[in-house]
């Protein structure tokens, strides 16, 4: 079992960053392929970037490419998600994920396994 912690939410400006925080304790989670989804109030939940497992590489929404990067850092049971130029569509709460299964990065909320409770963000125009 992988409990998952977000920190790193609030209200930002429109063009402003914020970096997002996603600890896991309960077992290392270094084999975990890890995601980051995001739920906007009466929208879906929706993916936003994730990282392999394996090789670190990541892969991103359209929506956010260019503006986000998610990394990983093993040793502190830790993933991040650093977003510059944040926009207004952008708020929503952000929840970390982590998949037991890491064959390939995956996309979808249903493929992880492990959730945590989410942080809010809020974007100003």
């Known amino acids: 079992q992988v409990q998952l912690v977000e920190s790193g939410g609030g209200l930002v400006q429109a063009g402003g960053s914020l970096r997002l925080s996603c600890a896991a304790s309960?077992?290392?989670?270094?084999?975990?392929?890890m995601a980051w989804f995001r739920q906007a109030p009466g929208k879906e939940r929706e993916f936003v970037a994730a990282i392999s497992a394996r090789s670190g590489s990541p892969i991103y929404a359209d929506s956010v490419k260019g503006r986000f990067t998610i990394s990983r850092d093993n040793a502190k049971n830790t993933i991040y998600l650093q977003m510059n130029s944040l926009k207004p569509e952008d708020t929503a709460v952000y929840s970390c994920a982590a998949d037991r299964s890491p064959v390939v990065l995956r996309t979808r909320p249903q493929q992880y396994d492990y959730w945590g409770q989410g942080t809010q963000v809020t974007v100003s125009s």
């Open positions: 309960g077992r290392t989670f270094s084999p975990y392929n």
